[in-house]
C-alpha cells in the first residue's frame, strides 16, 4: 500500500458531462501530481502541486483543471468530456517540490465516456 | 527533443526465457534513469533505478552511455513476471516511455 488514495475506482459517463476526481496524498508527502495513461499515449504528465500552489504543468487540457486543499488533497477536474477522455488517471505523491524525487502511485481513476 | 523510447510496445516470451526490455534515451550527460512496473489492475511501482545497480526481482538494468540505452533484462522469465514495465527519466520531472506489455506465457 502506497498510502496515495484515489476515488473512485471507476467512472462511467456520457460526453460533455463533467466529472471530479480525488486524491489523498500519502502522509508527509506535500507535492500531488496527476498522470493520464491511455491506450495510444502511454502516461502523460499533467500537472503538479505542491502545498497547495501550481508547482508545474505537462500536457493538461484546458478543459481540465486541479486544485490542492489546505488538507493536501487534490482534485482533477475534467469538463466537457469527449470520447478521447478516456483513461486511466493516477495520482502520485512526494514529500518535495522537486518533480524528480521518488513519486507514490496510487490505484488510478478509470474514466470511461459513452 | 529529449525523450525515453520503448521501441517494443508488446513483447511475449515463454517461461524461463531470458527477456530483455529496451530503453532508448536521448539525454546527454549523465542521465537518471529508473523502470517502473504496473502488474495488472495495480499502482505503478519504482522497479529499480540504475544508480543502485540493484537486482530487484531478478532484473537488472545498465546504463549504457555509449548505446545510449537502459535496458532491462532477465535471464529466466516467470509468469509473475507479466506486466506494463516503463523506462523513466528523471530530469526536472519524470517523463515517461511508451510502456512495454510483458507477457510470458506458460
Known amino acids: 500500500d502506497s498510502g496515495v488514495t484515489q476515488t473512485p475506482k471507476h467512472l462511467i459517463t456520457a460526453t460533455g458531462q463533467r466529472v471530479t476526481l480525488r486524491c489523498s496524498p500519502r502522509s508527509g508527502d506535500l507535492s500531488v501530481y496527476w498522470y493520464q495513461q491511455s491506450l495510444d499515449q502511454g502516461l502523460q504528465f499533467l500537472i503538479q502541486y505542491y502545498n497547495g500552489e501550481e508547482r508545474a504543468k505537462g500536457n493538461i487540457l484546458e478543459r481540465f483543471s486541479a486544485q490542492q486543499f489546505p488538507d493536501l488533497h487534490s482534485e482533477l477536474n475534467l469538463s466537457s468530456l469527449e470520447l478521447g477522455d478516456s483513461a486511466l488517471y493516477f495520482c502520485?505523491?512526494?514529500?518535495?517540490?522537486?518533480?524528480?524525487?521518488?513519486?507514490?502511485f496510487g490505484d488510478g481513476t478509470r474514466l470511461s465516456i459513452l | 527533443a529529449q525523450r525515453v523510447t520503448q521501441p517494443e510496445k508488446l513483447l511475449s516470451v515463454f517461461k524461463g526465457a531470458p527477456v530483455e526490455l529496451k530503453c532508448n534515451y536521448s539525454?546527454?550527460?549523465?542521465?537518471?534513469l529508473f523502470w517502473y512496473v504496473q502488474y495488472s489492475r495495480q499502482r505503478l511501482q519504482l522497479l529499480l533505478r540504475?544508480?543502485s545497480r540493484e537486482s530487484i526481482k531478478g532484473f537488472t538494468a545498465d546504463l549504457n552511455k555509449g548505446e545510449t540505452s537502459f535496458h532491462l533484462k532477465k535471464p529466466f522469465a516467470q509468469e509473475e513476471d507479466s506486466a506494463m514495465y516503463y523506462c523513466v527519466h528523471r530530469g526536472s520531472r519524470l517523463t515517461f516511455g511508451e510502456g512495454t506489455q510483458l507477457t510470458v506465457n506458460p
Open positions: 540504475h544508480i
Open positions: 502520485a505523491s512526494s514529500v518535495g517540490a522537486a518533480g524528480n524525487q521518488p513519486q507514490h
Open positions: 539525454y546527454s550527460g549523465s542521465p537518471e
